[in-house]
């Protein structure tokens, strides 16, 4: 089993900057992608951004795209770095790994992902 761990949500200005950290934990040899999903309230949870394992291919949706960077820190912690930051990013970012291979065009599809984040909430003030 993984086990994900999300954490660094917070609240920040329009136009801040924010981290949020999720570190993995258990069978973690097994990972192949990792991703980040938002839900806003009362909305779907969507698909913001994933890394391979490896850090080689890395994939956005087109509203975070320049803003935010997804980057592998160590062996078990990706990160992602959110930058000019808009009150239509707030929302409960989670973590979602899959643990078989998934093609960069799909890093988006929600049913890949095997192992959840419990969320960690970013809210923006305008």
């Known amino acids: 089993q993984v086990q994900l761990v999300e954490s660094g949500g917070g609240l920040v200005q329009a136009g801040g900057s924010l981290r949020v950290s999720c570190t993995a934990s258990?069978?973690?040899?097994?990972?192949?992608?990792l991703a980040w999903f938002r839900q806003r309230a009362g909305e779907e949870r969507e698909f913001v951004t994933g890394?391979?394992?490896?850090?080689?291919?890395t994939s956005y949706v087109d509203s975070v795209k320049g803003r935010f960077l997804i980057s592998r820190d160590n062996s078990n912690t990706v990160s992602l770095q959110m930058s000019d930051l808009i009150p239509e990013d707030t929302a409960v970012y989670y973590c979602?790994?899959?643990?078989?291979?998934?093609?960069?065009?799909?890093?988006?599809?929600?049913?890949?992902?095997?192992?959840w984040g419990q969320g960690t909430q970013v809210t923006v003030s305008s």
């Open positions: 979602a790994a899959s643990s078989v291979s998934i093609p960069t065009s799909q890093y988006s599809a929600r049913i890949r992902y095997r192992y």
């Open positions: 258990g069978r973690t040899s097994v990972l192949n992608v």
């Open positions: 890394i391979n394992w490896k850090g080689t291919s």
